[in-house]
């Protein structure tokens, strides 16, 4: 079974650029979560969709969003790239919301340099 | 305070060796438990997920919950050199998905 598929693996911009990075759940999961990954804050949630639908959202500025297609594929966007938004960004999938059985498994990440 | 503390190590163990990992939270509606191990350029890889307190077993691996101290730990026998990865814990509430993770303990397994 193919894992998580994140695309691209590295992406280099510029400071009040944007982008948009793309996330293929495994084949069967509903759910997709966003996480992103600094050497100075760890892991942290950025938001989570189901069905299309936002169900959780972390504690980060407007300028990061998502949404999720009928497919279950996610996209985020982080608009206004500043210096600090240099991190690994990881998406997540499980199979769905509320399901204790079922625990989320993560891809590669992409690497995001802001310079 | 962070909601869950996690040494950062590094910790350098010999080949064979039994390793201990551990966190402990602050958070008592976390119920769901999960370990998971990054390789360099790696996304977390789940190792084990276990609810509310208790063991689990798999293979090397023993995941350890013990809610009424809000600690959880994570045992490798007879460590190999590739278990050479940061360890992860994480945690999340029921009915959330959001997780929350420790800040990783880089382990090192030398031959």
């Known amino acids: 079974k193919a894992g998580v598929t994140q695309t691209p693996r590295y992406l280099i911009k510029t400071r009040g650029q944007q982008v948009t990075l793309s996330c293929s759940p495994i084949s069967g999961h509903r759910s997709v979560s966003w996480y992103q990954q600094t050497p100075g804050q760890g892991l942290q949630f950025l938001f989570e969709y189901f069905s299309e639908t936002q169900r959780n959202k972390g504690n980060f500025p407007g300028r990061f969003s998502g949404r999720q297609f009928s497919n279950s594929r996610s996209e985020m966007n982080v608009s206004t790239l500043e210096l600090g938004d240099s991190a690994l960004y990881l998406c997540?999938?499980?199979?769905?919301?509320?399901?204790?059985?079922?625990?989320?498994?993560f891809g590669n990440g992409t690497r995001l340099t802001v310079t | 305070q962070k909601e869950v503390e996690q040494d950062p190590g590094p910790l350098s163990v010999p080949e064979g060796a039994i390793v201990s990992l551990n966190c402990t939270y602050s958070?008592?509606?976390?119920?769901?438990f999960m370990w998971y191990r990054q390789y360099s350029r790696k996304g977390p890889e789940l190792l084990m997920y276990?609810?509310?307190?208790g063991n689990k077993e798999d293979g090397r691996f023993t995941a350890q919950v013990d809610k009424s101290s809000k600690y959880i730990s994570l045992f490798i026998r007879d460590s190999q050199p590739s278990d050479s990865a940061t360890y992860l814990c994480a945690m999340s509430e029921t009915g959330r998905r959001a997780l929350t993770f420790g800040s990783g303990t880089r382990l090192q397994v030398q031959p």
């Open positions: 997540a999938s499980s199979l769905g919301t509320g399901r204790a059985d079922s625990p989320l498994h």
């Open positions: 276990t609810y509310s307190s």
């Open positions: 958070n008592s509606a976390f119920q769901y």
